[in-house]
């Protein structure tokens, strides 16, 4: 009987936390991406990829003609992470940028583009595939 006393006693000074360190920020965080696909998906079209000559072709919607883009591309390779590359935004006046293929590994990535634009923030991802 004691025994028991002493385990209910116990179990009752634990701390039993159901939220994790940091789990508001996470949440802020995952919100904010939510938010960021939703600007993308409001766009006239989507963002397109293809593939020729040794370099992958990024499409960008109209909506980016004559707009001051700050953004990045970042090319994630599941399955070995020292064949990831980043790039920064940069397209012609045809809304096309070109990134070279050299470096990319054959197979499968996630292309990862966040941006600014008109004081908004946007994302957008997408699986490819890059064929050598």
Known sequence: ???MAAVI???LQQRFD???EG???EGLEYQ???????NAGRLSGK???SQTDGFLHIRYPDDFRNQEIKGTIYLFRPSDQNADQTDSIRMDTSLI???STRKLLAGRYLAK????MNGQDYYYEEGIRIQK
């Open 9 to 11: 006693y116990f179990s």
């Open 1 to 3: 009987l004691l025994s």
């Open 18 to 20: 159901l939220v994790e």
């Open 32 to 38: 904010k991406k939510i938010d960021q696909k939703a």
């Open 113 to 116: 583009i966040s941006w600014k």
């Open 23 to 25: 789990y508001y920020p």
């Open 47 to 49: 963002i397109s990829f």
């Open 97 to 99: 940028q070109q990134i």
